[in-house]
């Protein structure tokens, strides 16, 4: 019955069923009165005491977790001391023993004995003045505080109110003031009671004083040469102890005992900077290094790793979070002062990236010092193409200058033409004036127009000549597409772009996400848009040589050979292992003799190449070079080069045939592509489209697309970006989940897979990201994450930004020209810096060391700057036989022909002066002229038989020259500096560790260098340094004298 | 079922005040109703015992001749109070210790939070602007609020029910009262913590809140489904639209207001100027649900819309 009720009558029951209020027992008490509440409010009462102890527990320690660090701290740190202490001090009673130490404790003793005497007598007359004064300068301060206020009332009183004070002031300078003033009487010290007006008193009070500072001159006089020697004996012991003195340690126990736990607190309010990091980290700074270890695993306690980089940014200034990130004012827990939680935007850096926070202020800096992780990421971004679609500050940064050079040159020409039309409505106006005045005036302006026109062409001229400038810095990453007929092989192309990584796993160029119609619509449009011009045929040439010039020429500097772990070489170019398979042999030649020359020049005004047709319709050859690089259809320049950075090796045809035929065997034997016949205009049509679409034109010259913008996001605030404007799609979820949503995880998770936030996306073929795949490594991924973690909108004010002026800012300048131009890998800069052709197979042979090119270390000491500029110019010193080096002829190697422009070789030529702390500009200082006399003796010392210069030296008679294995004397007066050279025959050793000149030639006989390996007698009377004749000597060589000594 | 999200939700400092009032409103509604019923038979009994009605009884406690008709309120309310205010200060401390004040990240003014939400106890009117516009549901209604709560003593005309729970004698104003702010006020305020999540679009609780989802909605003004464009015409329509609401809702509450002898009663000690004040509140009122039933069932955005206003 109960069941089929139904539930809302059903719930009335139950309701009703419910026990009434009114049904409960009624108790014969009155409840209100009756009942008690003393247990209710005893039992709230105990809670909110215990409330209460909890509140003041949380307020005093559990919100201050670093009092729990800095106890710990101290305790572990004083133990570490007295661990280190006794070892300190042992070491150094070890020094104290020894003999110069003891030597300058005698000093000392006898130092001190000297002056005991004197000493004492000051300090004992300097006790007595100090006596006087204590008892004279309460009376007479007190006084002359009464004093001065009697003298400001006089000052502000009214008239009448001023006699009446004056008089006042009188009786009270004068007194009497009664003085208990102690007096030296023989030996004893009497005190006398003495009485003075003010006057007297102030004399007294000054003399005191003056008497004073007299003794205290003295006595330091007195203690000038004790204190000279326990200087000394500091530097001593600082010099041979490894660390911390005794004293030190003592003092930084004495510092544990008086250590406040309290926040420790950087304050720079320029920066807005409060951190307070060091409450825990409190060994960071500590002048003992502190290894987890020493602090029984207590990792917060370790010093900072790179000490250096400390005294560099001084905390006090820069504090931690500025570089580190985290929330430096938290203190209530790690977590919160890591900013390791949702809505703090700056959490720590992890391990792997901590270098980004370099960038805050480093951005300018292309080779940091200390941040190879920052530096290697920033090459990245250079070598992979990232720039090729990404704007981002710092680089490319010469298209964005041609773009506005070209724009201020048209914007220049159209003034100029309205000027032109102004000033000649404006001299019309004036032969039409009035009066004559009138007619004056317009004349006066039209004049100052023409005034102003120069100007304009002046401007235009400087703009013209740096766009020509321009026109020769800007590169492009990938090769140019244009030449792409006469280069490669028809049906490589689909098989390379479908998957460059098949072909060549180390390839810069990445993998687009294409369909089969997409490759084939590109590879149409590649084709059928490139130059259809015939490239001169080329005999065979012999690969065995070249193979020989390839290793040896330099080529693997930048080129690697060899697949896989075998892969020999550099990385900055191509790794060429099949490179056989898919170039036109005949192009390769024309490419190895000169890969700047194109076969067609661009012109950016006509915005297309300018065919020999062109030339032909006004009449002038085909041909154009640096030199000669006018557009033949306007007066503009042209773009002669291609934009490679790959240099001209000045090699002959033949080498270079031969180099070419040794690059053709260079093949997978069962190398096979079907056929691609694509040519279909509806194709090329579509294959425009996609490779605009998927930014090829980026890194590579396409026709028609040479002026194309960047297709992707501007990257240089990426790592300051909202996070909520970084889309992780379909992911989101996923990675809060997996505590990856920020930017660390948003950046590794795209560089790893660009397609990864499509996933699970459904987006027309179009629509899908278009980011190509890198086949970066874990490595790789860490560097690119750091450089774009740290590139943010700097919280840093701009003045503690690296900007610097001057020889620093030389250096920041000249790593990039360096860096692009790949030059470290042949040439050492810096201490410690590898190269990549030292560490090549072949020149770990010592005979091969010999034929490393030259270490640059000191470059800017060396040589005589405009030499420099001249050598960087034009590396073989020539403008005939190219196919050589300049200096050094004896190396196989060769310095490429880099076609640098003139203001990257001033920013290079600058950077070796700061380098090597030049001072600019450089002053040749003049060289005395050597009288016959001082001729002989250097003729006879630079063709002695114990150091017969030119057997080593190349003189440049080619027979002699075979076994040369330094550069020739000829060249010394242009391109060294006269101190270097001189410092170096002196001392070879020193500047160049491992060079074959010998070293010990000359010798100091405690005024001069002289000549070491022999005691020559026609020398007897000369009292010259004969390091520095020599050096005069080779200064002064002429070409006769070289042949002259070379006939003996 | 995103229970990682609804755990994220229930538990975020802002919103702890809103899970307690999950569980404390329906004790309390309990609580009160429980005593109002008591006292209510308890009124009967009176009503049926004219010589039990005679003593000084003490509301809802049964008689007891020898117990004080009236106590004082020292110490017998003080010590009570006393007892809350330490129970509440308690409560409050270890609030405070154990949580923090939900401080978020420096404000952005190019980049405003997704979903952006008021202080929980300003959810019901953020919700409010879903269904009218921002000067009506902004300015306007709490205005109205505010005035007509002020005005409940004044319109009130009911004598009864002072100083004890009470159903029976005062069924309109409980029942008002249950609607306004049980059912609409602190059901808004739980729709704007846990079912609006970005964009304001409606998740289900559990749904997971996806900034990238898409749902198609699409809202018209009423003149726009009638299928009319131009003024005055727009204009006159919302006008009658509104006014019929008036008259139709307005007609309902009368008929609720002399719904039995009892509010006929009531009605009668009304001056014309009460009766008034009470159907403009009640009508302002009845108009949030019944916009909306119109915004959410049948996808109307305004009913009536003019360049100053809509609503």
Same mark, same amino acid.
């Given at each position: 019955m109960v069941q089929h009720m139904n539930p809302w009558k059903r719930f009335v029951e139950w309701w009703k069923s419910l026990p009434r209020l009114e049904d409960q027992p009624v108790p014969e008490e009155d409840p209100i009165i009756s009942r008690s509440l003393s247990w209710p409010i005893a039992i709230s009462s105990l809670l909110l005491t215990v409330t209460l102890l909890w509140a003041f527990y949380n307020e005093g320690w559990g919100l201050r977790p670093w009092v729990r660090y800095q106890n710990r701290f101290v305790e572990l740190y004083r133990k570490h001391l007295q661990r280190i202490g006794p070892l300190r001090a042992e070491e150094e009673r070890a020094l104290h023993e020894s003999e110069g130490y003891q030597k300058l404790q005698e000093q000392l003793k006898n130092a001190e004995a000297e002056i005991r005497n004197q000493l004492a007598a000051i300090n004992a007359e300097e006790q007595m003045v100090r006596r006087q004064l204590d008892a004279l300068t309460p009376v007479f301060t007190t006084e002359r505080s009464r004093i001065q206020a009697v003298i400001y009332e006089i000052e502000t009183a009214s008239e009448e109110d001023r006699e009446r004070l004056r008089k006042e002031l009188e009786e009270l300078r004068r007194g009497p003031f009664e003085v208990d003033l102690p007096v030296s009487a023989s030996a004893a010290i009497k005190i006398e009671e003495k009485q003075f007006s003010f006057e007297e008193m102030e004399e007294l009070f000054n003399e005191l004083k003056a008497e004073q500072g007299r003794l205290q001159n003295r006595r330091i006089v007195l203690l000038r040469r004790p204190t000279e020697i326990r200087r000394e004996m500091e530097a001593y012991l600082k010099a041979r102890l490894?660390?911390?003195t005794t004293a030190q340690v003592h003092g930084l126990m004495a510092k544990m005992d008086q250590f406040r736990v309290e926040i420790k607190q950087i304050h720079n309010p320029e920066m807005n900077l409060v951190d307070?990091?060091?409450?825990?980290?409190?060994?960071?700074?500590?002048?003992v290094l502190v290894t987890t270890r020493d602090m029984e695993?207590?990792?917060?306690?370790?010093?900072?790793?790179?000490v250096e980089l400390l005294t560099l940014h001084d905390p006090e200034v820069? #504090?931690?979070?500025?570089?580190?990130?985290?929330? #430096?004012?938290?203190?209530?827990s790690t977590s919160k002062a890591h900013g390791n939680?949702?809505?703090?935007?700056?959490?720590l850096y992890k391990r792997e990236n901590?270098?980004? #926070?370099?960038?805050?202020?480093?951005?300018?800096?292309r080779n940091l010092r200390m941040a190879p992780v920052l530096n290697a990421g920033k090459e990245l971004f250079y070598n992979r193409g990232c720039w090729g679609c990404h704007a981002r500050e710092g680089f490319d940064s010469e298209t964005r200058e041609l773009r506005d050079a070209r724009k201020m040159v048209e914007d220049l020409a159209a003034s100029r033409q309205n000027t032109e039309i102004v000033i000649e409505r404006t001299v019309a106006r004036a032969d039409r004036a009035a009066t004559n005045e009138e007619a004056d005036r317009l004349y006066a302006q039209a004049e100052s127009m023409t005034l102003s026109m120069a100007h304009m062409d002046t401007l235009s001229q400087r703009y013209r000549s740096r766009i020509d400038e321009l026109l020769m810095e800007v590169k492009t990453q990938?090769?140019?597409?244009?030449e792409i007929r006469a280069k490669l092989?028809?049906?490589?192309i689909p098989v390379w772009v479908s998957n460059p990584h098949a072909f060549r796993?180390?390839?810069?160029m990445p993998r687009f996400r294409l369909q089969q119609d997409e490759i084939e619509a590109m590879t149409a449009f590649l084709w059928q848009n490139g130059i259809n011009a015939p490239v001169p045929a080329q005999p065979p040439g012999n690969p065995s040589n070249g193979k020989q010039l390839f290793e040896t020429r330099g080529c693997m500097a930048c080129h690697a050979m060899g697949e896989g772990r075998d892969a020999v070489g550099g &990385?900055?170019?191509?790794?060429?292992?099949?490179?056989g398979e898919k170039v036109n042999y005949d192009y390769l030649v024309r490419w190895i003799h000169?890969?700047?020359?194109?076969l067609y020049p661009y012109c950016p005004v006509h915005r297309r190449d300018i065919t020999p047709q062109d030339y032909a319709s006004k009449g002038l050859p085909f041909e154009f070079s640096l030199e000669n690089n006018r557009c033949p259809l306007g007066d503009h320049s042209l773009q002669?080069?291609?934009?490679?950075?790959?240099?001209?090796?000045?090699?002959?045809w033949e080498e270079a045939r031969d180099v070419a035929s040794f690059l053709m065997t260079?093949?997978?034997?069962d190398a096979f592509y079907p056929p691609a016949p694509f040519v279909d205009q509806q194709l090329l049509e579509k294959g425009r489209f996609l490779t605009r679409h998927y930014g090829c034109h980026g890194c590579h010259e396409i026709a028609g697309l040479e002026e194309s913008d960047k297709n992707a996001t501007d990257l240089t605030k990426e790592g300051s970006k909202?996070?909520?404007?970084?889309d992780f799609a379909l992911l989101t979820h996923e990675a809060r989940k997996e505590d990856w949503y920020n930017h660390k995880g948003f950046f590794e998770h795209k560089l790893a897979d *660009?397609?990864?936030?499509?996933?699970g996306k459904i987006k027309q073929p179009l629509e899908r990201l278009r980011m190509p795949n890198f086949n970066f490594n874990r490595e790789q991924i860490d560097q690119l994450t750091t450089y774009l973690l740290g590139s943010?909108?700097?919280?840093?004010?701009?003045?503690?930004?690296?900007?610097? &002026?001057?020889p620093p800012r030389d250096i920041q300048e000249g790593w990039w020209v360096v860096m692009k131009y790949n030059c470290d890998a042949c040439h050492q800069?810096?201490?410690?810096q590898r190269t990549v052709l030292q560490d090549l197979p072949r020149y770990q042979d010592p005979d091969w060391?010999?034929?490393?090119?030259?270490?640059?270390?000191?470059e800017g000491a060396r040589v005589n700057p405009e030499w420099l500029a001249r050598f960087l110019k034009n590396?073989?010193?020539?403008s005939t036989d190219?196919?050589?080096?300049?200096?050094?002829?004896?190396?196989?190697?060769r310095m490429p022909?880099?076609?640098?422009s003139d203001g990257e070789v001033q920013k290079l030529v600058r950077f070796f002066e700061a380098l090597s702390e030049q001072r600019s500009p450089y002053l040749p200082p003049p060289i005395p002229a050597l009288d016959d006399g001082e001729l002989a003796l250097a003729r006879q010392l630079f063709t002695h038989p114990a150091a017969p210069c030119l057997v080593c030296h190349a003189t440049g008679d080619p027979e002699r020259d075979k076994n040369s294995t330094a550069p020739n004397f000829l060249l010394v007066r242009e391109r060294l500096k006269p101190d270097w050279t001189e410092r170096w025959i002196v001392h070879p050793e020193i500047i160049r560790?491992?060079?074959?000149? *010998?070293?010990?030639?000359f010798r100091w006989d405690g005024t001069r260098y002289v000549f070491a390996l022999a005691e020559l007698?026609?020398?007897?009377g000369y009292t010259g340094d004969h390091a520095h004749l020599v050096v005069r000597y080779m200064f002064q060589l002429t070409p006769e004298e070289q042949r002259r000594l070379k006939a003996h | 079922m995103d229970w990682r999200q609804l755990w994220e939700i229930a538990s975020a400092p802002d919103n702890i005040p809103i899970v307690a009032l999950l569980f404390f409103v329906p004790f309390f509604f309990w609580y009160a109703f429980r005593q109002a019923f008591a006292t209510d038979r308890l009124i009967r009994r009176l009503g049926g015992d004219p010589q039990l009605a005679k003593?000084?009884?003490?509301?809802?406690e049964p008689y007891r001749e020898?117990?004080?008709?009236k106590l004082h309120v020292w110490p017998y309310l003080l010590r009570v109070e006393f007892l809350a205010a330490l129970i509440m200060t308690v409560l409050l401390m270890v609030w405070s210790i154990t949580l923090d004040a939900p401080l978020e990240e420096p404000a952005n003014p190019n980049l405003t939070m997704n979903?952006?939400?008021?202080p929980w106890y300003f959810l019901g009117l953020q919700e409010m602007l879903v269904y009218f516009d921002p000067w009506i549901a902004g300015v306007v209604m709490p205005t109205l609020i505010i005035l007509g709560l002020m005005a409940i003593p004044y319109a009130d005309?009911?004598?009864? !029910?002072? !100083?004890y729970y009470t159903f029976k004698q005062r069924k309109f104003a409980i029942l008002s009262f249950c609607f306004g702010f049980l059912v609409l006020w602190l059901s808004m305020i739980f729709i704007g913590t846990f079912i609006r999540g970005p964009g304001w679009m409606w998740f289900w609780p559990g749904e997971t809140w996806d900034h990238h989802r898409l749902v198609f909605e699409v809202n018209r003004n009423l003149n726009e489904i009638l299928g009319i464009y131009s003024q005055p015409w727009v204009g006159l329509v919302g006008f009658v639209a509104v006014v019929i609401y008036f008259a139709l809702f307005g007609w309902l509450i009368h008929k609720l207001v002399v719904w039995n002898d009892f509010n006929k009663k009531i009605y009668e000690r009304m001056t014309l100027l009460q009766y008034l004040i009470l159907q403009f509140f009640m009508l302002t009122m009845l108009a949030l649900p019944v916009k909306i039933i119109l915004r959410l069932l049948?996808?109307?955005?305004?009913?009536w819309v003019t360049p100053w206003f809509s609503i």
């Open positions: 490894d660390g911390l307070r990091c060091e409450s825990c980290h409190l060994g960071a700074r500590e002048p695993g207590m990792k917060v306690f370790t010093s900072h790793p790179k820069f #504090g931690c979070s500025p570089c580190h990130n985290g929330n #430096g004012a938290a203190t209530v939680y949702k809505h703090w935007l700056w959490p901590f270098e980004a #926070g370099c960038l805050q202020c480093h951005e300018a800096d990938g090769p140019n597409l244009k092989r028809k049906e490589w796993p180390t390839t810069k &990385t900055f170019a191509a790794n060429l292992s099949r490179v000169n890969p700047r020359e194109r002669v080069q291609n934009r490679t950075v790959m240099p001209n090796l000045r090699l002959s260079q093949r997978k034997a909202p996070i909520e404007r970084l *660009p397609a990864v936030y499509d996933q943010v909108d700097s919280v840093i004010p701009e003045k503690f930004h690296y900007r610097p &002026t001057g800069f810096e201490p410690g060391r010999d034929q490393l090119p030259p270490s640059l270390i000191g590396p073989a010193l020539s190219l196919n050589r080096n300049g200096v050094r002829n004896y190396l196989q190697a022909t880099f076609n640098l560790p491992g060079t074959a000149m *010998p070293s010990g030639l007698e026609s020398f007897k | 003593t000084h009884h003490r509301k809802i020898i117990w004080e008709p979903p952006a939400k008021a005309a009911n004598p009864l !029910g002072n !100083g049948f996808r109307i955005k305004y009913v």
